[in-house]
């Protein structure tokens, strides 16, 4: 039975670059990873998706290594505002299942 | 453009009342999800839907019904109401399976 494990929290300070990392096994080379962000009171916001090596968009980078056992979201020079819940999903799109991880709530401090 | 909208946005209920939660996307979305979300918790799949007129069930699906009677609109209802149901619930659309995922606001319910 797939599972994903993130941190339940993490700590950095603006203009740092911050790395989450999300564990899961039994996932299947096409099967995609996905990073969501989650304010207060608000549902969760896509933030990048990709299903190897590495995916890079205006807001963060994704990597996967070769053994797909893990997969890191990469939020270069964090601000303020990025304090929020962040998600992984692994979706096994063979078997139409969705594993969300348990969220990181990441605190920015000035 | 209003993506995925979703009312009421609070209900609070007696124990044994039921209740419908709407879901609206106007984006032609063939998937739609619904989500429940726990204080501290992530997000636990209820049902889902892979087309109009199909529902299937997620991973906590019981003491929950869905309908599907149109592409745009997916319904959740609660026949029954439980404290254990008292949740912030959210509803979600895709293109397919995979694909990003559009959430709505949510909907806080209380169940006294």
């Known amino acids: 039975l797939a599972k994903t494990t993130q941190p339940i929290s993490m700590d950095s300070y603006e203009g740092q670059e911050v790395n989450i990392t999300c564990s899961h096994n039994?996932?299947?080379?096409?099967?995609?990873i996905t990073w969501y962000q989650q304010f207060p009171s608000q549902g969760p916001r896509f933030i990048i998706q990709?299903?190897?090596?590495?995916v890079t968009n205006e807001v963060a980078s994704l990597f996967i290594p070769a053994d797909r056992k893990s997969s890191t979201l990469s939020l270069p020079r964090v601000s303020l505002s990025d304090t929020a819940v962040y998600y992984c999903?692994?979706?096994?799109?063979?078997?139409?299942?969705?594993?969300w991880g348990a969220g990181t709530k990441l605190i920015i401090k000035p | 453009n209003a993506g995925v909208t979703q009312t009421p946005k609070f209900r609070v209920l007696k124990t044994g009342q039921s209740m419908t939660l709407l879901c609206a996307q106007d984006?032609?979305?063939?998937?739609m999800y619904w989500y429940r979300q726990d204080p501290g918790m992530g997000l636990r799949l209820i049902h889902y839907?892979?087309?109009?007129?199909?529902?299937a069930k997620g991973e906590v699906p019981d003491g929950y019904n869905v309908s599907r009677l149109k592409k745009q609109n997916f319904l959740l209802g609660l026949e029954s109401a439980a404290p254990s149901q008292t949740s912030v619930y959210f509803c979600?659309?895709?293109?397919?399976?995979?694909?990003?995922?559009?959430f709505g606001a949510g909907t806080r319910l209380s169940v006294l």
């Open positions: 979600a659309s895709s293109y397919v399976v995979g694909d990003i995922q559009y």
């Open positions: 984006m032609n979305h063939e998937y």
């Open positions: 839907s892979v087309g109009e007129g199909t529902t």
């Open positions: 039994n996932i299947a080379t096409n099967d995609y």
């Open positions: 990709g299903y190897k090596t590495k």
């Open positions: 999903l692994v979706d096994l799109g063979s078997n139409y299942q969705l594993i």
